[in-house]
């Protein structure tokens, strides 16, 4: 039998899925890769079910019929282990999904990502789901976020045009403050020379001025690393560089790094 979903079935797909639906797969989309947990927590709060339990057993039915409908896939790694249940399944944009959202990027063909390349995602996923949270806490106002390659700027340099690639792009708004940030998610798996290339980078793309003209401010560089060790090892080796200009970057780890988004105010 085949698989292949035309035209008239993508319709009545679409007239078949409700908001709820739509609001999911976009924000995979947008993310590239998100945990059951993270959906769960998102999408299926408590507080619209009757209870913790039923809020579950709606998240696992819903995205399972997003899975047989092939609007999202499921990898086949898991994490946090066989405890972890359904919430532990990862998801990213299935064929069917690239399709209903009228993607402009020619559909690629699926391949399990590397374990790395899921810790990465995943991790850049969990601080819009924290501060998601905070939001819908009072703590803060989530004015706005952009995921890969939306973040991305590009801009001119006396050697051509250059890509500036962050993690994520995040605009808080906290108290009377509105708090900007370009995001570095660092797992330990670089070697801290290429850091502070990085760093440098994002030194040249200050000094263009572009994002201010654009924006009028220019967001902080905060580097999120997997543990306070590794964030101290970045934070000393940016103090080093003389000529960054010092309030230009940040580092935190993963316990951390909602305080540092919030600051003081929250």
């Excluded at 760093?199 to 999120?224: C, H, I, M």
């Amino acid at each position: 039998m085949s698989t292949r979903t035309g035209r008239r079935e993508l319709t009545e797909l679409r007239a078949r899925l409700v908001g709820r639906d739509l609001a999911i797969v976009g924000m995979v989309a947008d993310l590239r890769l998100m945990s059951g947990r993270h959906l769960e927590t998102i999408f299926f709060s408590s507080e619209f079910h009757d209870s913790y339990d039923s809020a579950s057993r709606a998240a696992r039915r819903v995205l399972a019929r997003l899975v047989e409908e092939r609007v999202l896939v499921r990898l086949n790694r898991q994490i946090g282990g066989i405890r972890a249940g359904s919430r532990a399944f990862v998801y990213g944009l299935g064929p069917v999904g690239h399709r209903l959202l009228q993607r402009t990027t020619s559909r690629p063909r699926y391949r399990e990502p590397s374990a790395l390349f899921v810790d990465h995602t995943l991790a850049i996923a969990q601080i819009v789901v924290s501060v998601t949270n905070a939001a819908r806490q009072g703590r803060c106002e989530l004015i706005s976020w952009q995921g890969e390659p939306r973040c991305w700027r590009t801009f001119s340099s006396a050697g051509g045009q250059l890509t500036l690639r962050p993690d994520l792009y995040l605009a808080l708004g906290v108290g009377d403050y509105e708090h900007r940030f370009f995001i570095e998610v660092d797992r330990d798996t670089e070697h801290l020379p290429s850091i502070f290339r990085k760093a440098n980078l994002y030194d040249r793309y200050y000094r263009s001025g572009r994002e201010q003209s654009k924006s009028g401010l220019f967001p902080t560089v905060l580097f999120v690393a997997s543990d306070a060790k590794r964030a101290q090892a970045i934070e000393r080796g940016l103090q080093a560089m003389k000529e960054l200009p010092p309030k230009l970057f940040a580092t935190t780890c993963d316990d951390d790094v909602l305080e540092e988004l919030l600051g003081d105010n929250s």
